[in-house]
Nanobody, 126 residues
């Protein structure tokens, strides 16, 4: 099982980035894919997630209206389109996966995820 996150970089406030999470080694449709982020000195927090079975999504209040999560099941890839970026969005972004049928509460907490990618750094300058 492998999750490969990519697409991070340096962008000015107000700009956009698209993160990708390419998955392999498991049946993509059976999994929920989540995006988390961790800023220096802060705890990891959920940003967004999507159930690949039915497309149900979740967004943290801090990113609603600015970020959009989507899934291309043919490519086993989940995207996070980030618009109107703010300096407070600066963090390492991780994607993670867990089996949909194990979900008790949606969105799942970080502890519920089985697999994690390596992280990609997003830096938003003011």
């Amino acid at each position: 099982v492998q999750l490969q996150a990519s697409g991070g970089g340096l962008v000015q406030a107000g700009g956009s980035l698209r993160l990708s999470c390419a998955a392999s080694g498991f049946t993509f449709d059976d999994y929920n894919i989540g995006w988390f982020r961790q800023a220096p000195g802060k705890e990891r927090e959920v940003v967004s997630c999507i159930k690949n079975s039915d497309g149900s999504t979740y967004y943290a209040d801090s990113v609603k209206g600015r970020f959009t999560i989507s899934s291309d099941n043919a490519k086993n890839t989940v995207y996070l389109q980030m618009n109107s970026l703010k300096p407070e969005d600066t963090a390492v972004y991780y994607c993670a996966a867990n089996l949909i049928h194990t979900i008790v509460v949606f969105p799942p907490t970080a502890r519920a995820y089985d697999y994690w990618g390596q992280g990609t750094l997003v830096t938003v300058s003011s």
